[in-house]
């Protein structure tokens, strides 16, 4: 099993630019989220999904969309990119999301840096 | 809402000195508990957790947590740290939302250099 993948592993953009965050597991996992990370914040939740074609917010939503069209896949989309959505960028997914089932696998994480 | 806090945000510790990580909940009944170690450049990784039952878990890595439900507090141990425990870790704190699906939040990290 890879686990979970994220590409790329670090990606620059400008301003304005539009961009997607691949993330894939192939776990069978029924449970995928997205966090950001930053210096003194920890991990904060953007999107998470509990299965294909159902997604919801989490705790920093503005400025980012997802979907969910298989089990195994779940990319992060910036719509136009700014400064402040520098960060590290971690995938996880879990069995499930509900119960005692949800340790979170995570991915390599993505480092992104927005000009 | 459930929050969590890591009260430390960098520890040194001597290789081969024990080692304690604090962390408080904040939750009106019992979560579910984590502890995760990062080490530079990776994801994260699951150190041990706590659903219900003896309040002692052992994880991976010599390391254990105590549950204690008086002081909300789920600290992280280990008897005799070794210059590989360098790391970040997370305490993390797990319930259930409106949906019945768990909602887990991250605390802020403690970052520990093992010294020789």
């Known amino acids: 099993n890879a686990g979970v993948t994220q590409t790329p592993k670090f990606q620059v953009l400008k301003t304005g630019q539009s961009m997607t965050l691949q993330c894939a597991q192939d776990?069978?996992?029924?449970?995928m989220s997205w966090y950001r990370q930053d210096p003194g914040m920890g991990l904060r939740l953007i999107h998470y999904?509990?299965?294909?074609?159902?997604?919801d917010q989490g705790e920093v939503p503005n400025g980012y969309n997802v979907s969910r069209s298989t089990t195994e896949d779940f990319p992060l989309r910036l719509l136009s990119a700014a400064p402040s959505q520098t960060s590290v960028y971690f995938c996880?997914?879990?069995?499930?999301?509900?119960?005692?089932?949800?340790?979170?696998?995570f991915g390599p994480g993505t480092r992104l840096t927005v000009l | 809402a459930q929050s969590v806090t890591q009260p430390d945000i960098h520890i040194t510790v001597s290789e081969g000195a024990s080692l304690e990580l604090r962390c408080n909940y904040s939750?009106?009944?019992?979560?579910?508990l984590f502890w995760y170690v990062q080490s530079p450049g990776q994801g994260l990784q699951l150190l041990l957790k706590?659903?219900?039952?003896?309040?002692l878990v052992q994880g991976i890595k010599g390391f254990e947590a105590e549950f204690k439900r008086s002081q909300s507090s789920f600290n992280l141990r280990k008897p005799s740290v070794h210059w590989s425990d360098a790391a970040e870790y997370f305490c993390?704190?797990?319930?259930?939302?409106?949906?019945?699906?768990?909602?887990?939040?991250f605390g802020t990290g403690t970052k520990l250099q093992v010294i020789p």
């Open positions: 996880a997914s879990s069995y499930s999301a509900r119960g005692s089932y949800n340790e979170q696998f």
């Open positions: 776990m069978n996992h029924e449970y």
């Open positions: 999904s509990v299965g294909a074609g159902i997604t």
């Open positions: 939750y009106g009944a019992t979560p579910y």
């Open positions: 706590y659903f219900s039952g003896d309040t």
């Open positions: 993390a704190v797990g319930a259930p939302n409106s949906g019945g699906y768990q909602k887990v939040t």
